[in-house]
């Protein structure tokens, strides 16, 4: 009898123990719960917060508003997973692609005159954003990774889906390249109506033929004909993210993409292939929601001790861009309302619709911002490598928690 007993007693004295298995159980049941299913309506919902968002006017509407849908169904912890790995390698590489058709020759051309000060105005916004966000690394205890992906203007985009290859803190860096958008966003059209001389346009529409013709749902990409121009991005898309492995670049779904549109953007190869409308808004969705979804109670906690630093680094990025801009149309004869918005460091879509909206040159906006954001995503990559290889970071208070997510 005793040594049945004693099974019994441990038995019942076990069920301290019992419980634990529950959550692993629950947990399972929720990311095999229809995953394709839930994401499509996770989506759709985040699609429907970004129309919702763009009709009140917010900045980068289908960015910012999935990108809080996401973070509110983690909260609640109606999501527990990442973003599927197709939808964010698609992602990733229709980024690219719109990041490399902003830059055509018309631009070029337009903005030849300028050339050498415009690529040192460059130089100098890349070099102050990287000074500042080393500051912020060793006052903020934030990774230098981290410092350097938030701080660096152009592309918040194209910056988040990189962050994660490159060790930074993906939820830090959107944080802050997103609250810098909507700053920018936000100050630049008064400052533009402000500064503004009412001037007719001296150009109009959207780089890389992204303009406003064709805004139904149907219209998915920049050109007249959407099927060829359908299967140009693909074979972009397809073509860079195989070179992009091939060559081993950093973040190689993105920089190879990237690389192919632009160079099919500046040969006329295959005009018309960057996504608009409907596609366009539905990639900034993916990107906002693969955000969104990684943030919890204890990284909002964490960003709320380091908005301090945060918006005074920002700050003096901001200022230091605004000194450059007085530099850039002394030396040039630019009008300070285009140079202000050619070196603002803000959502490239934002500015070159203030340029539009207050009659700047749009063409001269869109060659110094292109070039300043394919610059940061080429550069970028490497100066956090060559930052992480002078001393070993300990990871920031932020990423704490990136494991578990």
Known sequence: MAPTSAPQRTHERSPSTAPKPAPQVSELRVSRTAPVGRWVLIIAGGYAAGLTASAFGVPAPYLLASLLVGAALALCGVVR?????????????????????YLTP?????AAPVALPMTVVTAATIALSVGVAWLLARRGRISRPSAVLGMVPG?????????????????LVAFTQYLRVGLVA????LAAHWMTSGRPSAASGHPGGGGTAGTGLT?????????SGLLALAAVCAAGSWAGRRLRLPTPML???MLVALVATLSGAMPGFAPVGVLQNFVFVLVGLD???RFTRQTLRSMRRLLPPILVCMTVVCLGCAGLAW??????GTPFTDAYLATTPGGINAVLATAVSSHADVALVSTVQSLRLLVVVLVTPLIIRQLAASRPQPPSRVGGDMART
């Open 81 to 101: 997973d990442r973003l599927p790995a197709p939808a964010g390698r698609a992602s990733q590489a229709l980024v690219g692609a719109l990041m490399g058709s």
């Open 106 to 110: 018309a631009a070029l051309v337009s």
């Open 155 to 171: 592309g918040s985009a194209a910056i988040v889906t990189c962050a994660d290859e490159l060790n930074a803190d993906v939820r």
């Open 186 to 189: 936000t100050t630049a059209p």
């Open 219 to 227: 219209h998915l990409v920049a050109g007249a004909d959407q099927l």
């Open 255 to 257: 920089i190879g993409p």
């Open 291 to 293: 955000v969104g979804v």
């Open 327 to 332: 530099v850039f149309a002394g030396l040039t």
